[in-house]
């Protein structure tokens, strides 16, 4: 059963109101209310799991509330639990609703992802060094290699969201990142490959022209533009379900490291066509890997508001016929004469 656990510190007089909302709600299980018993902040714990497809609604009633401003608000994931007669009342209240995202949860992974520390510069240039063995040796299991050491992926997708929610600093920070480790990498590559063509290691094939793994990255086309807007739809679709073997097939798919690393290499070897062919298929791949990335958040917000906007619908249709049926009821008694 998809569920989410909730820890939270309430000031005092806000406890009433977080817990009535949280106790009038069906999808709401194992709430727990302990009095003056949280310090820093200071207040009453309370504690309690909700099941996925409600997770937004509760979480935006608490936010709504200023709980996460004057208290505190955690959220955990739920690896496992036993279902019960309410969890399956909640399931059926959701209908649809019950495989929602829970977009809280989304929005962290994708900032986890948007962080740029040394390592983050540090797996770039490697990811590019690995990518260059390659194309000096044709070697296709090297370039894939590289596409999974790269982690270029999370800075785009940081960029994609702080377009999202109209965030320039996070837009800002992830096409900075992005601009200063590919350049950082083009560099560290390019005196890598010098020094491969100056002691003569690249294969006779490369050598004699050959080379048909940088002629598969330094070629754009159709093909490229369409498969890096798949994996864009692929990659955001992953994150939202958080299906890390879908994530891991997006960055085996997405022609950026090897790109840069042929940039670097074709420069060293003074092909200046492949240089072009490369730099192009790197810009082309980000752009579209942003645009698609953006494009399918908003989509996909749009579509589970929209599921859970017929969802009231229907219980409030439903309450006003249950309604309508008691009042025929009262007014029009039916009994029974012997």
Request: hydrophobic share 50%.
């Amino acid at each position: 059963m998809d569920m989410i656990h909730i820890r939270a510190v309430s000031p005092p007089d806000l406890t009433d109101e977080v817990v009535g909302l949280l106790s009038d709600d069906p999808c709401v299980l194992n709430l727990i209310v302990q009095r003056d018993a949280a310090r820093r902040p200071d207040g009453d714990s309370i504690a309690c799991d909700v099941l996925t497809g409600a997770a937004n609604d509760v979480l935006r009633r608490l936010r709504a509330v200023r709980l996460d401003q004057r208290g505190s608000l955690v959220i955990e994931p739920v690896d496992m639990a036993f279902s019960g007669a309410a969890t399956e009342g909640g399931q059926r209240a959701l209908g649809p609703l019950s495989r929602a995202p829970v977009w809280e949860q989304v929005e962290a992974r994708i900032r986890s992802g948007g962080r740029y520390p040394p390592s983050f510069f540090l797996y770039l240039v490697v990811a590019g060094l690995i990518g260059s063995v390659g194309i000096v040796t044709n070697s296709q299991i090297l370039i894939v290699a590289a596409m999974v050491v790269g982690p270029e992926y999370g800075a785009i997708l940081s960029v994609a969201l702080g377009i999202d929610r109209g965030h320039r600093a996070m837009v800002r920070g992830g096409l900075a990142a992005m601009g200063s480790g590919f350049l950082l990498t083009i560099v560290v590559t390019f005196l890598f490959a010098l020094l491969i063509r100056g002691f003569g290691m690249q294969s006779e094939a490369f050598d004699r022209g050959l080379r048909p793994v940088s002629n598969l990255i330094n070629t754009p086309n159709f093909f490229s533009v369409a498969v890096a807007t798949l994996a864009g739809i692929v990659g955001i679709v992953s994150l939202t379900e958080a299906r890390t073997s879908a994530l891991l097939g997006v960055f085996i798919s997405v022609t950026t490291i090897p790109a840069a690393a042929d940039i670097a290499v074709s420069t060293a070897f003074t092909s200046w066509s492949d240089v072009r062919g490369s730099a192009i298929q790197l810009v082309v791949n980000i752009l579209v890997l942003i645009v698609v990335g953006t494009a399918t958040l908003k989509a996909q917000r749009a579509i589970w508001q929209q599921v859970g906007l017929r969802r009231d619908r229907d219980r409030r249709l439903a309450e006003e016929t249950s309604r309508t049926h008691d009042v025929a009821g009262a007014e029009h008694p039916c009994t029974l004469e012997e």
